[in-house]
């Protein structure tokens, strides 16, 4: 049976194993196959990123390059763009962006590609697993037709799951090995194939009965989140009104050891994650005739965030009599979350644009983001990309405002406190004492 075969050479760490896309999911996975035994191989569309990843220079913040120097020079992993090596993979992963298109609907269009190129070389004896976030019903419904068309049969030659990626960029608590990995294949044989392969390299496997519960259950996940930080943001908006202070309200909250978890409010959803998953359950949902009203209220409350708080912004300026416009406003974090170097749906972008719109003269600091690039989308403020100021005292003195959108680590807050007039914190960055002793102005969501 193939299932015994590939399972005897995942075992036996003669099973190579093909990780295609080497983005932020796929360069981690690619180094931790090769570093616990399975050689591996990544594909890549990037010729620049599959050469980075044979000169052993990491793009991905948490792969330390040391980590995959050593699988490189020890000719455990190595990168190509030469797809008809995937023929030689007796597991292959894909591990490729999965974003919307304008209309919020999901863009499966990278899987797709990665798919054909799996299936113009596709052998018998082959486990393909799908890790990129997507709608329930895409391995089944999608994949598994396009490799039967080959003339394949599931089982009898091949095999095929869903297992989704749960990695959480720049947390040291939890890396690949230590968060547990569902694991659902569109067939028993399947799931108990790729559930073996996975834990090669995590402590823990948990197998669930299909692809589309596997698939469900990482949208779950993510629109909890989504759901939850809505409500944080809507309590932010309201002890707004009421003069109360959130995050002391949540943290009071927050000591009951049971039934409560806390989410915090911020200026908006970031991230390649977060803000888009949902989408792909409420378009599932739709073609099923159901409205998934908390995935819209949610996005409701969160997408009005950054405009919140530019509003913060605005009322600062005002109680001093200036105006937003020709304001001088320093952006301090415009990653979309602390410590990463990722600006993937970052509310700053959102927030600088408004600004920028509204004729604020906006500059930016971030120890992790040297340029930043506007999107078409974010076009209203005029676009021009911008390059981040180092925080010296006459930056920090010349603005009008400060809004910390990111709580990088590394920033001096005691001194941006002591420096500036007004400081629009939306992370809580700043400590009870900073805002007790600060000269500055604090408004806070
Ligand atoms: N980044 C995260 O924190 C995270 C967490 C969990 C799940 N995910 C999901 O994992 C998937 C990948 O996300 P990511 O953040 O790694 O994306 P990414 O953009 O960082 O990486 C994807 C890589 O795939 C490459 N690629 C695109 N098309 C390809 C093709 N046809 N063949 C080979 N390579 C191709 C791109 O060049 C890129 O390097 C997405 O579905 C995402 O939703 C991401």
Same mark, same amino acid.
């Given at each position: 049976?193939?299932?015994?075969?590939?399972?005897?050479?995942?075992?036996?760490?003669?099973?190579?194993?093909?990780?295609?896309?080497?983005?932020?999911?796929?360069?981690?996975?690619?180094?931790?196959?090769?570093?616990?035994?399975?050689?591996?191989?990544?594909?890549?569309?990037?010729?620049?990123?599959?050469?980075? !990843?044979?000169? +052993?220079?990491?793009?991905?913040?948490?792969?330390? &390059? #040391? @980590? =995959?120097?050593? /699988?490189?020079?020890?000719?455990?992993?190595?990168?190509?763009?030469?797809?008809?090596?995937?023929?030689?993979?007796?597991?292959?992963?894909?591990?490729?962006?999965?974003?919307?298109?304008?209309?919020?609907?999901?863009?499966?269009?990278?899987?797709?590609?990665?798919?054909?190129?799996?299936?113009?070389?596709?052998?018998?004896?082959?486990?393909?697993?799908?890790?990129?976030?997507?709608?329930?019903?895409?391995?089944?419904?999608?994949?598994?037709?396009?490799?039967?068309?080959?003339?394949?049969?599931?089982?009898?030659?091949?095999?095929?799951?869903?297992?989704?990626?749960?990695?959480?960029?720049?947390?040291?608590?939890?890396?690949?090995?230590?968060?547990?990995? !569902?694991?659902? +294949?569109?067939?028993?044989?399947?799931?108990?194939? &790729? #559930? @073996? =392969?996975?834990? /090669?390299?995590?402590?823990?496997?948990?197998?669930?009965?299909?692809?589309?519960?596997?698939?469900?259950?990482?949208?779950?996940?993510?629109?909890?989140?989504?759901?939850?930080?809505?409500?944080?943001?809507?309590?932010?908006?309201?002890?707004?009104?009421?003069?109360?202070?959130?995050?002391?309200?949540?943290?009071?909250?927050?000591?009951?050891?049971?039934?409560?978890?806390?989410?915090?409010?911020?200026?908006?959803?970031?991230?390649?994650?977060?803000?888009?998953?949902?989408?792909?359950?409420?378009?599932?949902?739709?073609?099923?005739?159901?409205?998934?009203?908390?995935?819209?209220?949610?996005?409701?409350?969160?997408?009005?965030?950054?405009?919140?708080?530019?509003?913060?912004?605005?009322?600062?300026?005002?109680?001093?009599?200036? &105006?937003?416009?020709?304001?001088? /406003?320093?952006?301090?974090?415009?990653?979309?979350?602390?410590?990463?170097?990722?600006?993937?749906?970052?509310?700053?972008?959102?927030?600088?644009?408004?600004?920028?719109?509204?004729?604020?003269?906006?500059?930016?600091?971030?120890?992790?983001?040297?340029?930043?690039?506007?999107?078409?989308?974010?076009?209203?403020?005029?676009?021009?990309?911008?390059?981040?100021?180092?925080?010296?005292?006459?930056?920090?003195?010349?603005?009008?405002?400060?809004?910390?959108?990111?709580?990088?680590?590394?920033?001096?807050?005691?001194?941006?406190?002591?420096?500036?007039?007004?400081?629009?914190?939306?992370?809580?960055?700043?400590?009870?004492?900073?805002?007790?002793?600060?000269?500055?102005?604090?408004?806070?969501?």
């Amino acid at each position: 049976m193939i299932k015994d075969e590939i399972i005897s050479l995942i075992g036996s760490r003669r099973a190579r194993v093909g990780v295609v896309g080497l983005g932020y999911v796929g360069l981690p996975l690619a180094v931790e196959f090769a570093r616990r035994g399975l050689p591996a191989t990544g594909f890549e569309v990037d010729a620049a990123k599959a050469d980075a !990843v044979n000169r +052993g220079q990491s793009y991905v913040g948490d792969v330390p &390059a #040391a @980590a =995959l120097q050593e /699988v490189v020079s020890e000719g455990r992993l190595h990168a190509t763009t030469d797809f008809d090596e995937l023929a030689s993979c007796d597991a292959v992963v894909i591990c490729v962006p999965t974003p919307l298109r304008k209309t919020k609907e999901p863009d499966i269009s990278y899987i797709l590609a990665a798919a054909g190129e799996i299936q113009r070389r596709l052998r018998r004896g082959q486990l393909v697993v799908l890790e990129s976030t997507t709608y329930p019903g895409t391995t089944d419904e999608i994949l598994l037709p396009m490799f039967e068309d080959k003339g394949l049969k599931l089982d009898a030659d091949f095999l095929l799951a869903f297992s989704p990626e749960r990695v959480d960029p720049g947390n040291p608590r939890f890396q690949t090995h230590n968060i547990p990995k !569902v694991v659902g +294949g569109c067939t028993d044989d399947s799931t108990a194939a &790729a #559930a @073996a =392969l996975y834990a /090669v390299i995590v402590a823990e496997v948990h197998a669930v009965s299909s692809a589309r519960v596997a698939e469900a259950a990482k949208l779950l996940e993510n629109t909890f989140r989504a759901v939850n930080i809505g409500m944080a943001n809507e309590m932010a908006r309201l002890c707004y009104h009421l003069g109360i202070d959130t995050w002391e309200v949540i943290g009071a909250a927050a000591t009951k050891p049971f039934g409560f978890m806390p989410f915090y409010p911020g200026p908006g959803l970031g991230g390649h994650c977060i803000p888009l998953d949902p989408h792909y359950l409420s378009w599932k949902a739709r073609q099923h005739g159901f409205e998934s009203r908390f995935i819209g209220l949610a996005e409701e409350v969160n997408s009005r965030m950054p405009e919140h708080v530019v509003r913060l912004v605005a009322g600062g300026l005002n109680a001093e009599r200036k &105006a937003v416009n020709g304001s001088r /406003v320093l952006v301090v974090g415009v990653a979309y979350k602390r410590d990463i170097a990722d600006v993937r749906e970052s509310p700053a972008l959102s927030i600088i644009d408004r600004l920028r719109a509204e004729g604020a003269e906006v500059a930016y600091h971030d120890p992790y983001i040297a340029e930043l690039r506007f999107e078409e989308a974010h076009t209203e403020g005029g676009g021009e990309p911008l390059s981040s100021v180092a925080l010296t005292d006459e930056e920090l003195r010349a603005a009008d405002c400060c809004v910390i959108v990111t709580d990088h680590s590394g920033v001096d807050y005691g001194r941006l406190c002591e420096l500036s007039k007004l400081v629009v914190d939306t992370r809580n960055a700043l400590g009870r004492d900073l805002r007790r002793h600060s000269r500055a102005r604090i408004l806070r969501l």
